[in-house]
T-cell receptor
Framework: GENVEQHPSTLSVQEGDSAVIKCTYS??????FPWYKQELGKGPQLIID?????GEKKDQRIAVTLNKTAKHFSLHITETQPEDSAVYFC?????????FGKGNQVVVIP | SQTIHQWPATLVQPVGSPLSLECTVE??????LYWYRQAAGRGLQLLFY??????ISSEVPQNLSASRPQDRQFILSSKKLLLSDSGFYLC????????????FGQGTRLTVV
């Protein structure tokens, strides 16, 4: 089945700087890649997603890029703010479900 | 619009007691439904998924079971809780299994004492 790995596990950035989280996946048949943000004590919330027919998608300060050849995709957060501090999960589809990475703790330092 | 409800938000149960967590989805029909557990740390472990009534797949052998008595209702149960069942339980739904986003409920924090 699909195997998704996330790096780094923890990322600290200064407020205003950019944060980048990278995920790799194993199944070349995967064609849908969502990103989720989870705040403490809450369920994960979908923040952006990308399908394999495009290489990049942007929504205000967040963007996702996809490299199908290398089988990796990345989340980019620009002009980080304290409220961006959370755990971020990437996922890839396969076998009738989403396979999730283990999550990245992003800490934005004011 | 679609919404997902999960309750209770927190639960403290003694070892050996039964468990019933409920999840309902509104605003859609025939959703795919999922139960995840998030133990200490951050990983999401898929426990059960259902593509329709009476169609439930178990991902890992464990002390838990799932049922889907109605199209938009998904229940996670246990006859006798273990300490290791403690964790954060999340229900989720999607339109098409594995082809689109899954939308999560707010979770249930279960502590087995």
């Amino acid at each position: 089945g699909e195997n998704v790995e996330q790096h780094p596990s923890t990322l600290s950035v200064q407020e205003g700087d950019s944060a980048v989280i990278k995920c790799t996946y194993s199944d070349s048949a995967s064609n849908y890649f969502p990103w989720y943000k989870q705040e403490l004590g809450k369920g994960p919330q979908l923040i952006i997603d990308i399908r394999s027919n495009v290489g990049e998608k942007k929504d205000q300060r967040i963007a996702v890029t996809l490299n199908k050849t290398a089988k990796h995709f990345s989340l980019h957060i620009t002009e980080t703010q304290p409220e961006d501090s959370a755990v971020y999960f990437c996922a890839a589809n396969g076998n009738n479900r989403l396979a999730f990475g283990k999550g990245n703790q992003v800490v934005v330092i004011p | 619009s679609q919404t997902i409800h999960q309750w209770p938000a927190t639960l403290v149960q003694p070892v050996g007691s039964p468990l019933s967590l409920e999840c309902t989805v509104e605003g859609t029909s025939n959703p795919n439904l999922y139960w995840y557990r998030q133990a200490a740390g951050r990983g999401l472990q898929l426990l059960f998924y259902s593509i329709g009534i009476d169609q439930i797949s178990s991902e890992v052998p464990q002390n838990l079971s799932a049922s889907r008595p109605q199209d938009r209702q998904f229940i996670l149960s246990s006859k006798k809780l273990l300490l290791s069942d403690s964790g954060f339980y999340l229900c989720a739904w999607s339109v098409i299994a594995g082809q689109g986003a899954a939308f999560f409920g707010q979770g249930t924090r279960l502590t087995v004492v």
